[in-house]
Each structure stands twice: as C-alpha cells, then as structure tokens.
C-alpha cells in the first residue's frame, strides 16, 4: 500500500514562492504517474500538475503555467512542486496523488492520496 506525506505549505505573500514535496513509501511507484491537486476554500479539489513515471510527460492546469514546476526524483520517492508568483488564489490545501499509468486530470483516476498540506497566500 503506497502512502504519501506532503510538505513545504506555509504562509506566504502575493508574488511569493514556496516548494511543496511529497514522500511515497510502503509501495513501488514503478509506473506510476506523480501529481498535485488542490482544494481552495469552499470548491471541489482540482488538478494541479502531473509528471509521468519517466518525467516525459508533464502536464499543468492553465493557470499555474509558467509558474509552477513538478519533478520527481525516482531514487528517493519523491515529487516536488516550485511555486512561483503566488497569488492569494492559489491559497488552498495542496494533496499528492499517485495513479498506475500516465497522467490523468481527473481526482477519480487516482488510487492513492496524502493528506495534504496547507498553503495560505495573503498579505
């Protein structure tokens, strides 16, 4: 059973940047896509960013292109998510998520989820 732990939320100001990371243990990740969703106050949980097993393949929600960059690094389980230019509409709990297969935009796609990790931009 793969687990995942976020980190890296906090407080930050408009224009600001952050690094989110997220650590998968218990499983193998062999084949499987990496991805960020996001959850603001008061709507449903969004997709974020994605990045296929061997990284070829990344895909972003259109407003956080050029902004945002998602790795992975497949020696250590891990993702990361640079954020840049952060706006007070980014503010949201972030969530890891884990699928076997390319990358999906789609919340049901996904069969393995952290508890995710608040991030919060405001003055």
């Known amino acids: 059973q793969v687990q995942l732990v976020e980190s890296g939320g906090g407080l930050v100001r408009p224009g600001g940047s952050l690094r989110l990371s997220c650590a998968a243990s218990?499983?193998?990740?062999?084949?499987?896509?990496l991805a960020w969703f996001r959850q603001a106050p008061g709507k449903e949980r969004a997709f974020v960013a994605a990045?296929?097993?061997?990284?070829?393949?990344?895909e972003y929600t259109d407003p956080v292109k050029g902004r945002f960059t998602i790795s992975r690094n497949n020696i250590k389980n891990t993702i990361d998510l640079q954020m840049n230019s952060l706006s007070p509409e980014d503010t949201a709990l972030y969530y890891c998520?884990?699928?076997?297969?390319?990358?999906?935009?789609?919340?049901?796609?996904?069969?393995?989820w952290g508890q995710g990790t608040q991030v919060a931009v405001s003055e």
């Open positions: 998520a884990a699928r076997k297969g390319l990358p999906a935009r789609l919340e049901y796609e996904y069969n393995y």
């Open positions: 218990g499983g193998t990740l062999t084949w499987h896509t």
């Open positions: 990045i296929s097993w061997n990284g070829h393949t990344v």
